[in-house]
């Protein structure tokens, strides 16, 4: 690893440690579905209103309702349909993670590509989420969707810092270093301090741990399976790992040889586009 790359990751690591680092704040509508999520006796009406005040967002709401993955029978138009289609919880869950996704952006060509890749890939992790949580009797399809959402979160504030540090920018394997090496402890940061649960906090430090063994199947385990799945899809795979030694897969009481359960993930790569 370059110099360089040691002189940045220690100074975002002081930035952290000091709570010095620019960390985005969850926008203002995101707090108010959460909020209005939290309220047990809302209306799908009242949810409604409030996603349905983000023009964006109610636009990208109903393109993911009417997507494969969630497959309506009939085409949905409207905000008020998709919750109702949805439901609350999953509504407000999966309306909170496409409105981070409206936080991935950059005035650089560069930084701009990049945001995107990584949120193709929380796409794609977050869609096998979604699949694979109906094989646990633990696991909430709509956490596990906004696990693989946010799974990658903390790349955002790395990414944000490049933008100001033509240096960093200038070289794109240091930048990768950084990334790779600090992604996971500002992630978990950011969601902290985004008041997110602890069982989804802890996905950005824990997925790559591929050895941690869950005391029960979790969101981690779910984000770690999907993980190795896409890369070896996508002709990335994490060099000497193979799921029989991973024990997310037992965790989750999956049989990597059934070729049904593959079909399904690879097809849930694609549903949230």
């Not at 620019?22 to 006796?41: G, K, N, Q, Y």
């Not at 960093?168 to 990334?179: A, G, Q, R, T």
């Not at 385990?221 to 029989?244: C, R, W």
Request: a negative charge.
């Amino acid at each position: 690893m370059s110099s360089m790359a040691d002189e940045v990751q220690r100074d975002l690591i002081k930035a952290i440690d000091k709570d010095a680092l620019f960390l985005p704040t969850l926008p203002e509508v995101a707090l108010r579905i959460r909020l209005a999520a939290e309220d047990s006796e809302i209306s799908i009406a009242a949810l409604s209103k409030v996603i349905g005040s983000d023009t964006a967002l109610s636009a990208r709401l109903i393109k993911v309702v009417n997507s494969p993955l969630l497959r309506p029978n009939f085409e949905v138009s409207d905000v008020l349909t998709a919750v109702r289609r949805l439901g609350v919880n999953y509504s407000s869950n999966l309306a909170i993670g496409l409105v981070v996704e409206q936080m991935f952006h950059a005035k650089s060509a560069v930084i701009e590509a990049k945001m995107r890749d990584i949120w193709k890939l929380s796409m794609q992790v977050a869609g096998v989420c979604n699949v694979l949580s109906y094989r646990s009797t633990r696991l909430k399809a709509d956490r596990a969707t906004l696990a693989g959402l946010i799974h990658l979160i903390g790349v955002l504030p790395i990414l944000t810092y490049a933008e100001d540090n033509y240096e960093l920018l200038s070289d794109p394997i240091s930048l990768n270093h950084v990334i790779e090496r600090i992604h996971p402890i500002i992630g978990e940061r950011l969601l902290r301090s985004w008041d997110f649960p602890d069982a989804l906090a802890i996905v950005p430090r824990e997925f790559q741990s591929f050895s941690r063994v869950s005391g029960q199947a979790d969101y981690v385990d779910l984000v770690q399976v999907a993980t190795i799945h896409i890369h070896e899809m996508n002709g990335t795979p994490y060099p000497n790992l193979s799921f029989k030694s991973v024990p997310a897969v037992a965790q989750l009481g999956l049989n990597m040889a059934d070729g049904g359960l593959i079909n399904e993930m690879n097809e849930a790569m694609t549903l949230l586009y």
